[in-house]
């Protein structure tokens, strides 16, 4: 069931196969992990979001269109289907809806924020230079820390980007550029420090 594509599993998975979804979620859910982490630095947070993600996934798998069911004029709009491209959309949407239930509680966070250090992700690297990389990109601002995971990790294009964020292409590029040029400096500070 592995070899099969995102596509061809998400078509066996909408027709009732369960072991498509266990296939979708285990190909996945490393990479919306990380795309977590990198806003909320909580492992408890991350899992729970993970859930949330599949879980809407799950509810809206019906929602999922394959090339095959578009028309073309739906194909060149959306550059056709894209599995991973989607589950990213609804892992957005509910990073988005996590932000907005922080910000009602911004004492709380900010409290929580000063008494506990952040947690390291599972994975977290040896090397030092992706130790510095990572402390630098936790510096930037939420949307241009997701648009620059989103690129450099995940390997999204910036149209793909804005889909997921609801931005336009142009937009995106732009906030990717200044982010870009704000993690510059933040390492040339980390490195001065060190």
């Known amino acids: ?76 709009r959306d550059g056709g289907a894209g599995v991973r491209r989607w589950i990213f959309g609804i892992a957005g949407r509910v990073r988005l809806d996590e932000w907005r239930k922080r910000k009602r509680n911004l004492e709380d966070l900010e409290r929580e924020e000063t008494t506990r250090e952040p947690e390291q992700p599972p994975d977290a690297p040896e090397d030092p230079r992706i130790a510095l990389l990572l402390a630098a990109l936790s510096k930037l601002p939420e949307i241009p820390r997701q648009i620059i995971h989103l690129h450099r990790f995940e390997e999204l294009s910036f149209r793909e980007i804005g889909d997921i964020l609801g931005l336009s292409e142009g937009a995106v590029k732009l906030r990717a550029f200044r982010g870009y040029e704000r993690l510059r400096d933040e390492l040339k500070g980390l490195e001065g420090a060190s």
């Open 1 to 76: 069931m592995t070899a099969l594509s995102d596509e061809a599993l998400m078509d066996a998975y909408r027709a009732g196969d369960l072991r498509a979804f266990d296939a979708l979620f285990a190909r996945h859910a490393a990479a919306i992990y990380r795309f977590f982490f990198r806003s909320f630095r909580d492992a408890a947070v991350c899992e729970d979001l993970l859930q949330i993600t599949f879980l809407n996934m799950h509810r809206g798998r019906e929602t999922f269109r394959t090339v095959g069911e578009m028309s073309g004029n739906d194909v060149a």
